[in-house]
C-alpha cells in the first residue's frame, strides 16, 4: 500500500464523492479512480460499492477505514512535532467548536493565541456538539470544545475549567423583563423557543426541565442561537441561552435576562481530544491558554 492509495481512498470515504475527494486533493478523477483500483487490487477486494451515482463502503472498507484513519493522523501528528521542534513557530491546529462557544468564547482566545503564535495557522469550524463530537472520534479534529459534554468511548476531557450558564431571555416590554428570578413553577407559561437535536444547550434544558418535573413542549425549534435571540426580540416566546450570547443585548436593551429559581442550568464547557491521537504541542498550548481564559472568568 502506498500513502496516495490511503490519501484518496481516505478522502473518498469523508467526501462521499470520487469528484469531491479528487478536488480536495487536487487530483483528477481519473488518478484518484487508480489510485483506488490500486488499493483495491492489493487487497484482492473492492473497498466501495457504486450504486446509483452513490459511493458506499465495502464491508472490507468498513474494516479498513478505522486503521488508515489511523496511520493518516499519526502522520499528520509526526510531521506537526517536526514543525513545532522550532517552538511552536510553524505549524497548524484544527479546532471544532459548538455554537456557543465557537461564537461567543473562543474568539477572544484565539485572538490571544495568534498574537502569542503567530506561526501558528489556527482553523476553527463550529457546528452543533454531536457534529464536534463526531469529528473528534472520526479524527478530523486536533481539539473539540463542546458545552455539558460527557465522553464517549475514545475521547479525552483534557479540560472543563469554564463555566456557563443558562439565562432566560425575554423582549423588553414582557411582564417578566423587570424581574430578575422566576420560579420555575411559571416558566410553563409561555411559548419556549428551543435548539435543534443534537445541540448541547437543548439537552441541558431538557435534562433541567424534567429534574424540576416540567414537561419540555416547545413551539418552535431553530438551530442557532442568533434566530433564537431575533426570534424573542420579535415577541415569538421566551429561550434558554448561554449568558455569553446575549451580553450585548441585555447592556443595549434589545432583551431582559432571568434566572429561574429551581433549574439546574449550569455547565462547562468541555476541550475534547481523541485518546488515541498524540496532542500537539499546538494543542497544549491552546489549552493552557483556555485554562488562562478559565482562571480569569473565575
Request: glycine share 8%; aromatic share 4%.
Amino acid at each position: 500500500m502506498t500513502l496516495r492509495q490511503l490519501e484518496s481512498f481516505l478522502a473518498v470515504v469523508r467526501e462521499g464523492s470520487f469528484t469531491l475527494a479528487a478536488r480536495r486533493l487536487h487530483l483528477s478523477q481519473a488518478t484518484l479512480s487508480e489510485h483506488v483500483l490500486e488499493l483495491e487490487r492489493e487487497l484482492r477486494t473492492p473497498v466501495f460499492s457504486r450504486r446509483h451515482r452513490q459511493v458506499v463502503l465495502t464491508e472490507a472498507g468498513r474494516v479498513l477505514e478505522p486503521y488508515v484513519s489511523r496511520v493518516m493522523t499519526t502522520l499528520e501528528s509526526a510531521t506537526q512535532a517536526v514543525a513545532e521542534l522550532d517552538g511552536l513557530q510553524h505549524g497548524s491546529l484544527l479546532i471544532g467548536a459548538s455554537t456557543t462557544p465557537g461564537i461567543y468564547v473562543l474568539p477572544r482566545i484565539i485572538g490571544v493565541f495568534r498574537a502569542t503564535y503567530p506561526g501558528i495557522t489556527l482553523s476553527l469550524q463550529i457546528a452543533n456538539s454531536r457534529a464536534i463530537e463526531e469529528r473528534v472520534r472520526a479524527t478530523q479534529l486536533d481539539l473539540g470544545v463542546v458545552g455539558g459534554h460527557v465522553l464517549g468511548a475514545g475521547e479525552r476531557c483534557l479540560t472543563a475549567g469554564l463555566v456557563d450558564e443558562l439565562v432566560l431571555i425575554v423582549p423588553p416590554r414582557h411582564a417578566w423583563s423587570k424581574r430578575r428570578t422566576i420560579g420555575s413553577e411559571h416558566f410553563r407559561e409561555h411559548p419556549l423557543l428551543i435548539r435543534e437535536e443534537g445541540s448541547a444547550t437543548r439537552l441541558l434544558t431538557e435534562r433541567a426541565l424534567r429534574r424540576a418535573g416540567l414537561e419540555c413542549r416547545p413551539v418552535m425549534e431553530l438551530d442557532h442561537t442568533e434566530a433564537i435571540k431575533q426570534a424573542v426580540m420579535a415577541g415569538l416566546g421566551v429561550a434558554l441561552v448561554s449568558v455569553h450570547a446575549v451580553r450585548r443585548e441585555i447592556a443595549a436593551g434589545y432583551l431582559s435576562a432571568l434566572r429561574v429559581r429551581g433549574l439546574e442550568l449550569r455547565r462547562h464547557f468541555h476541550v475534547i481530544h481523541d485518546e488515541h491521537r498524540p496532542l500537539s504541542g499546538s494543542a497544549r498550548a491552546f489549552v493552557s491558554l483556555f485554562e488562562a481564559e478559565a482562571r480569569a472568568k473565575g
